[in-house]
């Protein structure tokens, strides 16, 4: 594997969507309740020509205590840590939250690189995701939809550097 991606983000942006859409498999559970993926899981992606390994986080939580939410949280500043590259996943279609931008700090500040991806833009429904996804400061958003396939075109041209 030539390099490792975590994907991470709030609750309910899609994140083990595109987990299962790189791995090819259903090993991450996809549910509408946030934060149904409780531990940290790793696959082999393949996304056209590159091969690389993928870590399907939590959702960063914002608590740090011993609650389940700061469990999961530390479990993902681990992924965080161990990644070579961070795909920070907002929702198009529900606006950024204060949380959103609380982790686009902590992400500057700890993930060797960082590439934005405002998910659930399919369709004219994302066009306000993206325009909001400029303000993290966090560069150009990947128009992504996990769940439509689209996008992985252009995930795959960001991430190709890293191979
Ligand atoms: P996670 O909590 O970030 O892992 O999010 P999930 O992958 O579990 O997805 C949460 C919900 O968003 C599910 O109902 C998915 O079907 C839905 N979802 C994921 N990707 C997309 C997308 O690209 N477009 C739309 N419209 N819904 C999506
Ligand atoms: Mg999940």
Redesign the pocket.
Known sequence: MSFTLA?V????????????RLVGKRL?????R????RDLREGAARLFDLRFSVL?TA?LEMATDDSLPGRMRKLTERAVDAADVCLF?V?A?AGLTPADSEFAEILRKRARHVILAA????GRAGDAGMIDAYGLGLGEPVR?????G?GLDELRDRLAPLA
């Open positions: 994907i983000g709030r609750p309910n942006v899609g994140k083990s969507t595109l987990f299962n991450a559970l996809v549910d509408d946030p934060g149904v993926t399907d959702g996943v929702d279609r998910n659930k833009a399919e992504l939809s996990a769940e439509h689209e």
